[in-house]
Structures are given as C-alpha cells and as structure tokens.
C-alpha cells in the first residue's frame, strides 16, 4: 500500500508486508506509546482488523494481534487499559471512511492461519539495555542478565539477607508482570524448575491470569511429576520480584522491561548458558555500600551475628 494514516496519536504507515506505527509525542499521548516510539507490525503476527466508534466523535481503528506473537502483549496478559493499548489508533469521525478502507485493505493481507496463536514472537521486543525504578529496588536488564539491587528504605528484611540479585536469562522460564495500577503490582521472574504460586499457571505461550498478574512461561514441561523449587508467596519476600508502588515502575517503564525479557528468554532457550551470579565481580564502592547497609541492619538487630558475619563474607569473596 505505502500509505499514511494519520490519528490522534499515532501515524500508520502501511507497507507491503507490514505496518509502521510511529507514536506522536506529546503531553496528552500515553507515556507507553512514547516509551515505544515506533513498532514495526507484520501482516503475520495479525489475527483481525476492526473498525468501531470512539469517545468523543472519534473512530478507533483496531488490528489485533495473533496469540503469542508480540511480546508486549504477551507480558501485559490483557491488563492493558484500552487507552494504552499501542494496536489502536484512534481518529477524528469524519475520517472513518478513509479508515475503512485500510481496515478492508488490512484484512485482505491477512493469512491463513490468522485465527491461530502464532508459534514464535512475529513483532520484535524493546531492546535492553533498559532499566526501572520499583519500590523496594531497581531493575536493570542488559539483554544477557536482570539484576535487583535493593533499596535501604523499600525492601523487606527477606531481600536484604539474600542481597542483590543477578539472574542470567538462560536460566529463566518466563516472567510474571503485574500491572502497576494494581493494588499490589510486581515484576517477577520465573526461574527454570520453580514452582508457581498463582493458581493456573500453564506452560508455554498463552498467558494465564492469576489474581490479576501476567503469568507467561516459556518453557514446556513433560508430563508427569516434576522437581520443583518452592517460591516465596508473597512478591516482597522473593529476591525474584521487584514490587510496585504509586510513582514507582508505571507501566511505560516495567512493561517493555518485561516483553523485552520474556522474548530474550525465549530466544536464548535454545541454547542455554548458566551463569551463575556469584560469577559477575562486583564494584568496590559497591560492596562497601551493601557492608555499611548490612552493619545498619545488624545494629538494628534484623540480622543476627552469625548471619552478618556469614553475609559479610560472602561480600567480601566477591571482589
């Protein structure tokens, strides 16, 4: 086609195999579409073309993706309002016939096997280096490793004594995000062999709700009893999980942090390579931040004196 739609706060751009989504910026467009800036569509990861009216004398312009194929998606497991949705572009009433006409186009691309959960990522991730600031900690992904390094003023005594953490994505199953807007959001990452805590957790692609979090597993399982590691219930005891909090990790900021590591996990799992967090040396400056934090905490009788003598070692060995 080589056509360009303009709507109120994105302009498609329509090619012969895909569609252009170039996000506007501005102080009413959503802070994900600016995050995102711009998002390269294949006509394969498509499923449907909808046209329907809007608020306010607009028409809303929907494709809808295919099952399993766009990994921002995927993480948001439907927590996504409609007005953060980056699929939708909405337009002005009197350009609806316009729109129709690129939806009919739209749909007469789509593929035979558009009703079916695509069986690999079609649209491509953020990519990383990224980072986000949570409540109880901050989260860094450089496309190989995620770390959690800890706040002295938001994580739990848990966190603390397991210190900061460092989790290699090939030793990763999935990733488990729950929206910020939520009462009790978190990011939580799913280690290869761990047992989920939330009622209903599958395995593969199609994401399963759990009280109201994203739970995506990339991993398939035999059939039959399977060892398992114990989790933590609750995401502010799990070294595992960044947890939320008003003005800490919206959604523009976690959400493509955790597509951009669900589709890093998936595409590393064909050849996975362990490496164990003890491995990554540690700044100087660093580990004498952590030994001043873990002596506060021991003088204020939240750790033990066996436990700070062990963790300080621990510490220690890794310069």
């Excluded at 789509?110 to 069986?119: C, K, M, N, R, S």
């Excluded at 460092?166 to 199953?173: A, D, I, K, Q």
């Excluded at 934090?293 to 939240?302: P, T």
Aim: aromatic fraction near 8%; charge should be negative; hydrophobic fraction near 40%.
């Amino acid at each position: 086609m080589g056509d360009v739609l303009a709507g109120i706060h994105a302009t498609w751009e329509f090619d012969t195999d895909s569609v252009l989504i170039r996000f506007e910026r501005g102080i009413r467009t959503p802070k994900l579409f600016q995050s995102l800036r711009e998002r390269r569509i294949p006509h394969a990861a498509l499923s449907s073309v909808t046209l329907t009216p809007g608020k306010r004398g607009t028409v809303v312009l929907h494709a809808v993706p295919r099952p399993g194929a766009d990994p921002l998606l995927e993480a948001a497991a439907g927590q996504l309002k409609d007005g953060s949705d980056p699929y939708r572009l909405v337009l002005p009433a009197e350009r609806e016939t316009l729109a129709e006409y690129y939806a009919d186009e739209l749909r007469a691309l789509l593929g035979p096997d558009a009703a079916e959960p695509a069986e690999r990522f079609l649209v491509a991730a953020p990519e990383a280096p990224m980072h986000f600031k949570a409540y109880d900690g901050r989260a860094s992904f450089d496309g190989d490793r995620i770390s959690f390094r800890w706040f002295w003023t938001g994580a739990s005594t848990a966190k603390w004594k397991a210190g900061d953490q460092t989790f290699p994505v090939s030793e990763l199953s999935g990733v488990e995000w729950r929206s910020p807007e939520a009462f009790d959001g978190y990011l939580r990452l799913v280690p290869r062999g761990a047992r989920n805590t939330d009622a209903g957790a599958g395995t593969g692609l199609s994401p399963v709700t759990g009280n109201g979090a994203a739970v995506l597993r990339t991993d398939t399982a035999p059939a039959g009893p399977q060892p398992s590691a114990p989790r933590p219930t609750q995401a502010d005891q799990d070294p595992a999980a960044v947890i939320f909090g008003l003005g800490y990790g919206p959604v523009h900021e976690s959400l493509p942090f955790a597509a951009a590591v669900l589709e890093s996990v998936r595409r590393k799992q064909s050849t996975p390579v362990a490496v164990p967090a003890s491995a990554v040396r540690r700044d100087p400056a660093d580990i004498a931040e952590r030994i001043r934090h873990l002596g506060e905490l021991h003088q204020a009788g939240l750790v033990t004196d066996d436990e700070f003598r062990a963790k300080k070692a621990q510490l220690l060995a890794e310069l």
